[in-house]
């Protein structure tokens, strides 16, 4: 499978969707110090699929997973993750914008991968795109992606994301 983000012919296998600082926060902050899908969990799995099915997978070439994605990342856990509140500067700042959009990117990936609903494939590839698409340029930001609460813009009128995909032969109004 080629990197998502950038084409190269050859992915890491554990690319991961949830940065590892998030999900050791979510552990160490939940009732019993465990999260479902980590790797503290994963010792319970005898099948080996339990490892993958939500934290990583074949999703980026190790230079976009560890320079590329993993620079915006390593930004956000030093800047804004240890005190969001006091961070005001920093939420608007490329790095973390991108961020913030990148766990959108690779969720939307894996959930092409993993979803076995092929009525739910073509909102996943418009989806994955348009976040590609913000990587690309933050200027598609309140255009064509809305991260809310970065972008608020009051919603005035129904969206019809129907009409995209209404010709997919997975559509199904049932």
């Not at 009732?31 to 699929?49: D, H, I, L, M």
Request: with cysteine; proline share 6%; charged share 20%.
């Amino acid at each position: 499978m080629p990197c998502a983000f950038c084409g190269a012919a050859e992915t890491i296998n554990n690319s991961h969707v949830v940065p590892v600082f998030v999900i050791e926060f979510l552990r160490n902050n939940s009732v019993r110090k465990a999260f479902f899908n980590t790797r503290q969990n994963q010792q319970y799995s005898n099948s080996g699929e339990f490892r993958d099915w939500m934290i990583v997978g074949p999703y980026l070439c190790q230079t976009c997973d560890n320079n590329i994605f993993g620079g915006w990342e390593n930004d956000f856990s030093q800047t804004i993750f240890p005190d969001p509140m006091a961070a005001t500067d920093a939420w608007g700042r490329n790095s973390t914008l991108r961020f913030i959009v990148s766990i959108c990117f690779r969720y939307a990936i894996h959930s092409l991968i993993v979803d076995e609903n092929p009525a739910h494939q073509p909102i996943g590839e418009l989806f994955r795109d348009l976040c590609k698409g913000a990587l690309d340029d933050l200027g598609q930001l309140g255009n064509t992606l809305f991260v809310y609460p970065y972008i608020y813009r009051p919603i005035n009128r129904q969206m019809r994301y129907e009409a995209r995909y209404q010709s997919s032969p997975h559509y199904n109004t049932e």
